[in-house]
């Protein structure tokens, strides 16, 4: 999992989401199908951009349950038992799974997907009340 970072805890979570892989990858436990993302912020929205070249947007599906969004694909074999023998088979059937924590400030009800290219572009935005503001100081009487 990731914590989409803000500016004030970048640091804290990259460190442990360091410490997490390290865990993860001592197991025999293989990334080759995660998705690589970016993620960066604006000033009303978050926006993760998955590549998922291969996929199509019938076979990906995103799920928001709680605080976690889920980004998973699945891609079966296109070829039947009586297809011809194959010398080398190696596109078959793979599929992966990739969550996020997301921030409190996030507005889980305005969340939008597109699907273009192989990519994948998520637009998470901001709740109002996230949104940066200018107080006005008023004189004392």
């Known amino acids: 999992m990731r914590y989409l970072a803000t500016k004030?805890?970048?640091s804290v979570w990259n460190q442990m989401d360091s410490?997490?892989?390290q865990l993860i990858s001592?197991?025999?436990v293989s990334y080759t199908n995660k998705p690589a993302v970016d993620i960066r912020e604006e000033e009303n929205s978050y926006f993760i951009d998955a590549e998922l070249p291969g996929y199509?947007?019938?076979e990906v599906e995103v799920k928001l349950e709680d605080?976690?969004?889920t980004l998973s694909a699945e891609k079966k074999s296109e070829i039947e038992d009586s297809s011809p023998q194959y010398l080398v088979k190696e596109r078959n059937y793979r599929h992966f799974k990739r969550s996020f924590v997301l921030p409190r400030n996030v507005d889980q009800k305005n969340i939008?997907?597109?699907f273009e290219k192989g990519i994948l572009?998520?637009?998470l935005a901001k709740k109002e009340e996230a949104k940066a503001q200018t107080i006005m100081i008023n004189k004392k009487k």
């Open 19 to 21: 410490l997490m892989n």
């Open 26 to 28: 001592s197991d025999a």
């Open 112 to 114: 939008q997907a597109t």
């Open 56 to 58: 199509s947007e019938e």
């Open 121 to 123: 572009t998520l637009e």
């Open 8 to 10: 004030n805890n970048h």
């Open 67 to 69: 605080n976690l969004l």
